[in-house]
């Protein structure tokens, strides 16, 4: 984890000097994750946010380069049918997310991005919450159990408008998020992304 947030910080420090003189600004995006494994008999969207800062450097007419850094909360649920009732559990996973995206401009406004991104995970609970909604409870769960570090590929699409930027984004996770935690079936994060962005 000490090594996790050291490498986050050294390229918190780079992306800052990297876009000074470029287009900067805040995001935040709607999720909808999930885990995903090579049998799925029974997946289970959960819905999330992230929210954070972006750094967009041109290098062309038609390519920039935009690193991020974001929270990003992530995880599955499980639908359980038990004799005092029916509800699910919410896996919550916290990221601190860095995707580094490679833009292509189609015109003035439309762009398409795809790129790496590596994540620390900072924490894990799980929710128990009744078919009527109601939170039984909530339940720190051990790191130790976790993958604390991810990483894996995202692709999207968006468009530029004055003064911000929109679009939709799907991030797919290489590495097993939870090896020793059996209800998590060595799942991989898969997450679907509705952001939008204002410029400093």
């Known amino acids: 984890m000490k090594k996790s947030i050291l490498v986050i910080a050294i390229l918190f420090s780079g992306f800052c000097g990297f876009a000074q003189n470029d287009q900067s600004g805040i995001r935040g995006s709607f999720n909808l994750s999930n885990l995903y494994v ?6 289970n969207t959960k819905p999330g946010f992230s929210a954070g800062v972006y750094f967009r450097k041109s290098i062309s007419e038609a390519l920039s380069i935009q690193p991020e850094i974001n929270y990003s909360l992530k995880g599955s649920q499980i639908t359980y049918n038990g004799l005092f009732g029916n509800g699910n559990y919410r896996f919550n996973l916290s990221y601190i997310e860095i995707p580094v995206l490679a833009n292509i401009h189609l015109g003035e406004s439309l762009y398409i991005s795809a790129g790496p991104y590596v994540a620390a995970l900072i924490a894990a609970k799980v929710k128990d ?16 159990d976790f993958n604390t570090f991810d990483y894996g590929v995202a692709a999207g699409l968006g468009f530029d408008f004055t ?3 929109a679009g939709v984004r799907y991030n797919y996770g290489l590495n097993e ?7 998590l ?3 991989k994060n898969s997450v679907l992304q509705f952001f939008i962005g204002f410029a400093f």
């Not at 090579?38 to 997946?43: I, M, S």
């Open 38 to 43: 090579d049998d799925v008999n029974d997946e």
């Open 163 to 165: 003064g911000g930027t």
């Open 185 to 187: 079936d060595n799942g």
């Open 129 to 144: 919450i009744d078919g009527d909604g109601s939170v039984n409870s909530v339940r720190e769960l051990d790191r130790d």
């Open 177 to 183: 998020v939870a090896p020793d935690v059996q209800s």
